[in-house]
């Protein structure tokens, strides 16, 4: 990594695929190998809280509370960036994104290296995000000279992403950190997911997680396919009429933190099976619930 190399790394939320975040080349080189627009700015991972103060200008207290409980995890915080971040891993904001992710092996990296790991998901821009090594290996493989082999992601979707307005505790990501555990600690937050009413999101793009199959979540898609020719993601339970060979459940016993862990796997399994459109069941709307569902929703046909 010291070379300018990039290193695809375990989280406990998914694979990112990273590199110096103090360097523009290899920052650059990150966006070319995702195939990602630059106006998509990247999270910057680090090991302790203590090294916060060297990439942002101001912590506020909400947010050193918010780093406080959920550090080393699934939250990523929007804070007024330093000089020493470069405008490219910004896309030109005036904020940057930080986490300190939960995965050994990738501690001990980030706290072996003079610099912290710009690291999006280590995914083509647009396609579902890796969830495993071997996810990372089937699309990157060829790309990027190392893959930092953690298992499977505990968490399995993205990391919450947590920014200030004023006083205001703003959610501008559902991730694997839930809404109702995020307000046990710091009160009424407000949830802002939709980019294109949100000029300082130019990232969390409407269509995202995609598989290349066509993903539906109304019903009515059933009518109009041959049943072999459904693929079904469910939560719970299989549907009647169609093949169950071409049906995933997320968990059986409606866990939200298995049907987390399971999503994007499965998703990539229907992708990769012979049928011709998927439908996807949406979940409740609680707890991880509703980040998996904000996942299906940018993922489905409009
Ligand atoms: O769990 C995660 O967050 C994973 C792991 C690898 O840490 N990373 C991840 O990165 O999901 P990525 O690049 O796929 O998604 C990061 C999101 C993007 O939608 C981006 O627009 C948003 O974070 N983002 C990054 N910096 C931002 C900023 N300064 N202001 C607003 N949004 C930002
Ligand atoms: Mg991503």
Redesign the pocket.
């Known amino acids: 990594m010291e070379k300018g190399e990039l290193v695809a ?1 375990p ?1 406990e ?4 695929l990273a590199g110096n975040a103090f360097d523009v080349q290899v920052v650059a080189k990150i966006f070319a190998v995702k195939n990602r627009p630059t106006f ?4 910057v ?1 680090t090991h302790h809280l203590s090294k916060v103060s060297e990439f942002v200008s101001d912590f506020p207290k909400k947010a050193q509370i918010l780093a406080q409980h959920f550090w080393a995890g ?1 939250l ?1 915080l ?1 804070l007024p960036k330093k000089d020493i971040i470069p405008d490219l891993v ?2 030109g ?1 005036p ?3 930080i ?1 300190i ?1 939960q995965h050994q092996l990738t501690l001990a990296l980030l706290e072996s290296l003079p610099f912290p790991l710009a ?4 995914n083509p821009f647009g396609y579902i ?1 890796p969830t495993t090594a071997q996810h990372v290996a089937a699309q990157l493989g060829e790309k990027i000279p190392y893959i930092l082999d953690g298992g499977s992601c505990k968490v399995g979707i ?2 919450t ?1 947590i ?1 200030f307005e004023n006083e205001e505790v703003i959610i ?2 559902l ?2 950190l839930s809404v109702e555990d995020v307000e046990q600690v710091i009160g009424k937050v407000i949830v802002k997911t939709h980019s294109t009413s949100n000029p ?6 409407e269509s995202h997680y995609a598989p290349k199959k066509p993903l539906y979540l109304d019903k009515k898609i059933l009518e109009k396919f041959a049943p072999e020719e459904i693929g079904v993601l469910s939560f719970s339970e299989y549907l009647p009429h169609i093949p169950q060979v071409n049906q995933c459940i997320l968990s059986p016993e409606r866990n939200f933190i298995e049907a987390a862990q399971n999503l994007f796997s499965m998703m990539r399994k229907l992708d990769a099976m012979p049928i011709k459109v998927i439908f996807a069941e949406l979940l409740p709307e609680e707890s991880l619930g509703r980040a998996i569902n904000d996942r299906l929703r940018r993922a489905s046909v409009k």
């Open positions: 790394i989280t939320t998914v694979y990112g998509d700015p990247l999270i991972h699934a990523t929007l910004t896309a904001l904020t940057v994104a986490r992710p690291a999006p998901s280590a995000s993205e990391s992403i920014g501008y990501r991730g694997g300082n999101a130019p990232g969390r793009l």
